[in-house]
């Protein structure tokens, strides 16, 4: 089946350390691959995505590398800040209108 | 442009009574997809809109659950009767309708809490 599994949380960071979260998936086809992140209040925002193998999608700091052989799609960002304090979701799909693959959602807390 | 909203935020009822949760997607959107987070396990998908027509309702998890798109713009999920495993947050989310070669984002609602007690 389709699944995505993420590192457990929650993760608290001091401002400016270094932030992976990983998330590893398994899929019946070849999917495309995506970072939500809902901030205190707010509805999921999408973060940033890759369709293919090797692609590498950022936004905002962070950056995931799409890995096909390792099947993973780990979140990275060089210096996080209080205001990145939010859960991450990743998520996989296969093609337009087709539903989407959550993890379970990572909680950071960064710390001033 | 409006972003997908949810009504209501927050709904607090007893077992057994009904709840009915709305949702209206960005104007123009004909995919609407409801899902659901259970309390600190993944997002699940219920079903999924195309218009007023359901095009995908394998995520739906019984027959208490009806959801409807009348006039393919706002949706509703009516939960009848509510059990206590019903609780989670629930997420709307709508998207263009495209061609087959690449990946529409879905735009998500702030969510419903439900809490049946």
């Known amino acids: 089946g389709n699944s995505v599994t993420q590192m457990e949380g929650p993760v608290t960071l001091s401002e400016e350390a270094f932030l992976t979260i990983n998330c590893t998936y398994t899929a019946t086809g070849y999917p495309s691959l995506f970072w939500y992140v809902q901030y205190p209040g707010e509805g999921l925002q999408l973060l940033l995505k890759?369709?293919?193998?090797?692609d590498k999608g950022s936004n905002k700091g962070f950056e995931a590398t799409y890995r096909k052989e390792t099947t993973s799609f780990h979140l990275e960002k060089g210096s996080v800040q209080v205001s990145d304090s939010a859960v991450y979701f990743c998520?996989?799909?296969?093609?337009?209108?087709?539903?989407?693959?959550f993890g379970t959602g990572t909680s950071l807390t960064v710390i001033p | 442009e409006a972003g997908v909203t949810q009504f209501p935020s927050h709904s607090v009822i007893e077992k057994g009574q009904t709840v009915t949760l709305r949702c209206d997607p960005i104007s123009g959107h004909d995919n609407l997809y409801w899902y659901r987070r259970v309390m600190g396990k993944e997002i699940k998908f219920l079903l999924h809109?195309?218009?007023?027509?359901?095009?995908?309702e394998s995520g739906m998890p019984n027959n208490r659950f009806l959801a409807e798109r009348t006039g393919g713009t706002y949706s509703t999920l009516k939960v009848q009767p509510a059990e206590l495993e019903d609780s989670g947050v629930y997420f709307c989310?709508?998207?263009?309708?495209?061609?087959?070669?690449?990946?529409?984002?879905?735009?998500f609602g702030p969510g419903t809490r439900l809490t049946v007690l």
């Open positions: 989310a709508s998207s263009h309708t495209s061609g087959v070669r690449w990946v529409n984002e879905q735009f």
């Open positions: 809109f195309v218009k007023e027509s359901k095009q995908d």
């Open positions: 998520a996989l799909t296969f093609n337009t209108g087709n539903q989407f693959y």
């Open positions: 890759a369709t293919k193998a090797d």
